[in-house]
């Protein structure tokens, strides 16, 4: 059981599109990424995403070659600047759900919920990559999240 984290796809300046949809090597990206997950047979019970049209295409993408049968689902306080410690007071480390969003979101809640600090860079997100967290639990009854892995489209 697992989170999944991704920032979403490549996108589109605004002079080109307005709404910042993604770019053809966004969409490729976010594709390539989404056979090799779903190649591994990566389960993923939920998928939601900001409500940002970059967003939604790539939550749409994942969503599609995961073959995830649950609606994809807009929702709030994902935001780029949403409060990180609400948000991560919502997470089940047991519920296989991806959360497709943006930065500097992701990166804050990733330190958050491995450091208890949101300005500790613990993880630097790329475009369409997926960041696995799972969680044990502590001697307190907390989870302690970790990075399980991660899936980016560029090594370097």
């Known amino acids: 059981m697992a989170l999944f984290l ?3 796809g490549v996108s589109e ?11 053809r ?6 594709e390539r990424i989404g ?4 190649g591994y047979a990566i389960n993923v019970n939920r ?19 995961l073959s995830v049968q649950a609606p994809l689902e807009m929702i709030s306080g994902i935001k780029p600047l949403d409060d990180v410690r ?4 919502t997470l089940d480390p047991h519920s296989n759900l991806m959360v497709v969003g943006h930065l500097p979101f992701l990166q804050r809640l990733v330190s958050f919920m491995l450091t208890g600090g949101e300005d500790n860079l613990v993880y630097k997100f790329q ?16 989870a302690d999240w970790f990075i399980k892995w991660t899936l980016n489209p560029n090594i370097t």
């Open 25 to 30: 090597k966004g969409r490729a990206e976010t």
């Open 6 to 8: 991704v920032q979403h």
């Open 13 to 23: 300046s605004k002079d080109v599109d307005p709404e910042k949809g993604l770019r």
């Open 86 to 89: 609400k948000y991560a007071e």
């Open 35 to 38: 056979q090799v997950a779903a």
């Open 127 to 142: 475009n369409s990559g997926i960041v696995c967290l799972d969680a044990e639990t502590g001697e307190d009854g907390a």
């Open 47 to 65: 998928i939601v995403h900001s409500g940002k049209k970059r967003a939604e295409q790539t939550a749409l993408i994942f969503h599609d070659l």
